[in-house]
């Protein structure tokens, strides 16, 4: 069974400050992609990533798919409140288009 | 309208009753995926629909739930005898061509049905 572990779960910071999400599996991928979901909606994606060792910037968002394409992480620099949400990775998992997500991380930034 | 929809957008049932969930996908999209949200929590996979090939069932939970796809459009998530278990956010998602590889495929998500069984 592919599962993807998300930490950390809550975060809380300061408008201004810098943050990390990671994703890991023992599971290699074939992609990973990273959404974001607001109260009362359902996700939207904000990037895919294909190949190991990839990086894609988002303006103040970066995202790294490990070599090995068995983890991922997402950078945020100077979080502004706007980037409060939940923040979810998911893999492609096996056959078709059936992804499997992590459990999230609830992030709130404080003015 | 353009995005994925879904009725009704809240839901309070009994235990023990039957209830049908309804997702409208964006239209010309063939392949269309419910997933289940628990509070707070990341989304698990129930069931996958592709064009005409035979569903993958392999996420649901068990054989009290039921999804169906009429016209390569519509679908209906069914739960029988729902328990206090069952309450979560359903969210129904469709996608162009369901090949997950072509990171041009991207899933849409409707606003989910909120689920809460008494």
């Known amino acids: 069974t592919q599962l993807l572990e998300q930490s950390p779960q809550f975060l809380s910071i300061q408008e201004g400050e810098n943050l990390t999400v990671y994703c890991n599996s023992s599971s290699v991928f074939s992609s990973l992609q990273w959404y974001r979901q607001e109260p009362g909606e359902g996700p939207v994606l904000l990037v895919t990533v294909v190949t190991g060792g990839e990086v894609k910037k988002l303006k103040r968002l970066t995202f790294q798919f490990g070599d090995a394409r068995k983890d991922s992480s997402l950078h945020i620099t100077a979080a502004q409140t706007g980037d409060t949400g939940l923040y979810l990775c998911a893999g492609a998992g096996g056959q078709g288009g059936k992804l499997i997500f992590g459990q999230g991380t609830e992030l709130s930034v404080k003015p | 309208g353009a995005g994925v929809s879904q009725s009704p957008s809240n839901k309070v049932t009994e235990k023990g009753k039957d209830v049908e969930l309804r997702c409208d996908p964006i239209?010309?999209?063939?392949?269309l995926y419910w997933y289940r949200q628990s509070l707070g929590q990341g989304l698990e996979f129930l069931i996958y629909f592709q064009g005409n090939s035979a569903p993958d069932k392999s996420g649901l939970p068990s054989d009290r739930f039921s999804a169906e796809r009429t016209g390569g459009s519509v679908s209906t998530l069914t739960i029988q005898r729902t328990q206090q278990e069952d309450s979560a956010v359903y969210l129904c998602?469709?996608?162009?061509?369901?090949?997950?590889?072509?990171?041009?495929?991207?899933?849409?998500f409707g606003p989910g049905t909120r689920l809460t069984v008494l």
């Open positions: 239209s010309g999209h063939t392949a």
């Open positions: 998602a469709s996608s162009f061509s369901g090949r997950i590889l072509w990171s041009s495929d991207t899933q849409y």
